[in-house]
């Protein structure tokens, strides 16, 4: 990956951030409840935006939208969506 | 044995921060196909909302070199890049291994716009993976009607419902006597990994296809995608299977439903939940409406057991 500064022609480097920053959508934030999380895993691979980590179980909330898939797929109910301020 | 979640490998080749909607599944399935494929890849893509949503110039989504190339082109086009790697290579130009290259189309530059040209690269068996990732409609320019969109689904351009059944695009490419042939869905992600593994270790041209639930197209709620996914597979309308060398075999569950061990889901679930059928459901003839939709489904599971069986 490349940084900004160094694009010198109109040519599209891979770069985190493409649209923006994509967090600024989220009506609802998810919340992982790490006592109740057994690291499955299946948040990571479901998360379309690649924000989950997959052995922390973090989310990068720069860019999480919001879309509550995570929440809806995880099988001990770890993970809650809660409305943004 | 599918791989295990826990054994996918680490590589992204989605980043965050893409343009697409939240609980897009086309994004969703390009990452399991990109943690298969690797970074050693050439990427092409028609218009579709893989390519709006990859970003604004100087920042690129897909951690490929990525070729957008016309609608009605992307099997010609993938045809003369994998032409040109093999050159190169051969002139010395390229060291090391040769990059995969592939297609990621929406069900319009495969079922219709694109079919001409997909036919003729299949034909000519050029070392190429087309995907198609099947929303069942032209989700990009606000849902107009496609060959992909199932009997009974609204859409702009079918207000009371359309009228035909979709066609079945992986049987025409089988048809073609290509070398693999696989259908996928977001929600058996280990599954889709071992198809594009295998279409990856295959010379010729290859054909995936994968069912994604489009949340706007189908009005559905939004975390709902992956479980649209899952309740598609169950109540048959959409069936996992593979074909190597025109010899079929399906996948779980898909397996189960075919072979008459367990009962398909009925489709009355499958359907109410998304408003693209629900919405036409509320006058007298809804019994009737969801009676031809399931006879679709049903023809289509009796006619592929068939099929399954010609293994010459």
Known sequence: MKSVTKAYRPISWPMKGSGGDTGSWRSHRPVVDTKKCSKCQLCWVYCPEAVIDRHEITIDYRYCKGCGVCAKECPTGAISMEKEE | MTT????????????????????????????????????????????????????????????????????????????????????????????????????????????????????????????????????????????????????????????????QPKKNMALLMLEHDIPYVATATVAYPGDLYDKVVKAKSIPGMKYIEILAPCYLGWQFDMPDTVQMSRMAVRSGAWLLWEAENGKISFNNPSSFIVSGIKDADPVDEYVMKQGRFNRLLKGPDAAQRIAEIQGDIDRQIAFMRERAKITI
């Open chain 2, 4 to 163: 295990s979640i826990k054994q996918l490998p680490d590589n992204e080749q989605v980043l965050s921060g893409n343009g697409s909607c939240g609980g897009c599944p086309s994004p969703m399935a390009l990452r399991i196909v990109g943690k298969a494929l690797g970074p050693n890849a050439i990427m092409l893509l028609t218009p579709s909302c893989a390519v709006a949503s990859m970003g604004m110039t100087p920042r690129l989504a897909y951690n490929w070199p990525c070729i957008n190339v016309c609608f009605a082109t992307a099997g010609s086009s993938a045809s003369g890049i994998a032409q040109a790697v093999e050159i190169l290579k051969e002139k010395g130009r390229l060291q090391g291994e040769l990059p995969t290259v592939f297609n990621w189309v929406g069900d319009g530059g495969t079922y219709d716009i694109g079919f001409q040209a997909l036919s003729a690269a299949a034909e000519r068996n050029d070392n190429i993976i087309h995907f198609c990732y099947n929303n069942e409609a032209y989700s990009n320019t606000g849902v107009q009607r496609s060959g992909a969109t199932p009997r009974g689904s609204f859409t702009t351009t079918t207000p009371g419902g359309k009228r």
